[in-house]
């Protein structure tokens, strides 16, 4: 079990304003989970009595709609941090959290996330200011499904995708989603994710191999996603 106050990770993350006390004490009490590609990590409506923190591996937080579809509303990397707005709101995870590849993560007790906040105004105002961020994006999440057409809101997820993951060796966005979980990230039927996709490759815009899709034209697809095209 890899020590919290030696590891990287906590470079990503509010764990980067803790003291070495603070992170040994981490290391004592978490346990370290290995996760199979499509488990869940967090079930919606689950309990939290801790926080996740991702050592390797992506992974989707979704919500399901009344009519049972699933809604995917963010992606999380390697160092983001899960759970945390529900342990201090003492509310149960209103998302359903599942790993898009094999994942290895951190679990910390609830009772050692409390004493560190307790101690540390730092790591304190960093959780806050983190969960404010969260609540910012959520609010531009919303008003996008809300304005923007199924093709902006496809432009403005590839391009947030690559933002968030980046490109691999050969320039492909370095996520492999389902048409289906492409579908259900911008709320609409995989037929149309298809059809919008093919248009935006034939259009030059993108290159789609399978699941690995490449931006060709990146200011072309910002106008799509602004609905200049």
Not at 114 to 122: G, L, Q
Not at 124 to 133: A, E, G, V
Not at 176 to 203: C, V
Request: with cysteine.
């Amino acid at each position: 079990m890899g020590a919290c106050e030696h590891c990287f990770i906590k470079n990503k993350n509010e764990f980067s304003t803790l003291i070495f006390d603070e992170l040994e004490a981490f290391t004592l009490s978490k346990t370290t989970l290995s996760i199979k590609k499509g488990d869940d990590i967090v079930t919606e409506g689950h309990v939290m009595n801790g926080v996740y923190c991702l050592r390797s591996g992506k992974c989707k937080m979704s919500k399901l709609n009344t009519n049972g579809k699933s809604q995917i509303v963010k992606f999380l990397r390697q160092g983001n941090i899960l759970g945390q707005r529900s342990v201090l709101s003492e509310e149960p995870s209103g998302l359903t959290i599942t790993a898009l590849e094999d994942m290895e993560v951190c679990f910390i007790p609830k009772k050692k996330i409390m004493e560190a906040i307790k101690k540390n105004p730092v790591f304190s105002l960093q959780l806050i200011k983190n969960i404010s961020h969260q609540l910012n994006e959520a609010n531009e999440s919303i008003s996008m499904m809300a304005q923007k057409s199924v093709k902006e809101r496809l432009a403005d997820v590839l391009l947030q995708l690559h933002r968030i993951f980046g490109s691999d060796s050969e320039g492909f966005i370095d996520i492999k989603l389902t048409r289906e979980e492409m579908a259900n990230t911008i709320g609409t039927a995989t037929e149309s994710a298809i059809r919008l996709l093919s248009s935006f490759k034939a259009e030059g815009l993108l290159e789609v191999k399978g699941r690995r899709i490449k931006i060709l034209d990146k200011d072309a697809l910002e106008r799509a996603s602004q609905g200049y095209n």
